[in-house]
């Protein structure tokens, strides 16, 4: 069966430092993969996706998802953090009946 | 593009009283729409899927007669909490998609309080 693990409930960072919320999945056959942002009260925003190509996806707001295929990892990264980016972030991954199968989130914390 | 908008973002209201929570894609047709659940530091719980003109399909353990959903048209899709409960509060967020390729699109959520 397919699922997504975050292995972080939270990550804390200072602005303008380098930032990664890992992700590692499990599934037969070709991943797809996404990563989401949910602020609160507030439902998710779509940032990237993988479906196939490049193993370095870009996505919105300067992030960043790096495909590793060996490692079964889609870490999102961003070179410089900002306090606005503080939000719980998602992982998910598209299961063999088209749903999307959600990580636990992690919560990440940009400190000025 | 891509938006989907939710309505209404929060509710509060008496036991036993059924809610209507509406889901649109404004600018996009969706072809399946997903109602999820979200509980206070949890992640998203899948509750059904739906396709427009056909019946929902329900995750196992979501009972269906409590949740009614409707899927109209391919902008359109409603979730009904029938005679609802305080345990039936919660988050719910609905997402769109016009296939699954594509990413799904989320609503802003409703924030349901049954007292």
């Known amino acids: 069966a397919q699922s997504v693990a975050q292995p972080e409930d939270q990550v804390n960072v200072a602005e303008g430092n380098p930032l990664t919320v890992k992700c590692t999945y499990s599934?037969?056959?070709?991943?797809?993969l996404f990563w989401y942002v949910q602020y609160p009260n507030r439902g998710l925003q779509f940032l990237l996706k993988?479906?196939?190509?490049?193993?370095l996806v870009k996505g919105s707001y300067g992030f960043e998802a790096e495909f590793n295929k060996s490692q079964t990892s889609f870490h999102l990264k961003k070179p410089s953090a900002l306090v606005s980016d503080s939000a719980l972030y998602f992982c998910a991954v598209r299961d063999s009946t088209d749903k999307l199968i959600f990580g636990t989130g992690t919560r990440l914390q940009v400190f000025p | 593009g891509a938006v989907v908008s939710q309505h209404p973002s929060w509710v509060i209201c008496k036991s036993g009283t059924s809610v209507k929570i509406e889901c649109r894609s404004l600018?996009?047709?969706?072809?399946?729409m997903f109602w999820y659940r979200q509980f206070p530091k949890q992640s998203l719980m899948l509750m059904a899927t739906?396709?427009?003109?056909?019946?929902?399909?329900?995750e196992q353990g979501v009972e269906k007669d409590k949740f009614l959903i409707n899927h109209a048209s391919l902008t359109l899709s409603t979730l009904t909490v029938t005679s609802a409960h305080p345990e039936d509060s919660s988050f719910y967020i609905c997402?769109?998609?016009?296939?699954?390729?594509?990413?799904?699109?989320f609503g802003d959520g409703t924030r349901l309080s049954i007292l």
């Open positions: 739906s396709n427009e003109g056909s019946k929902a399909t329900y």
């Open positions: 997402s769109a998609t016009t296939n699954s390729y594509q990413p799904q699109h």
């Open positions: 600018d996009f047709q969706a072809t399946t």
């Open positions: 599934v037969s056959g070709n991943p797809y």
């Open positions: 993988y479906i196939t190509g490049d193993n």
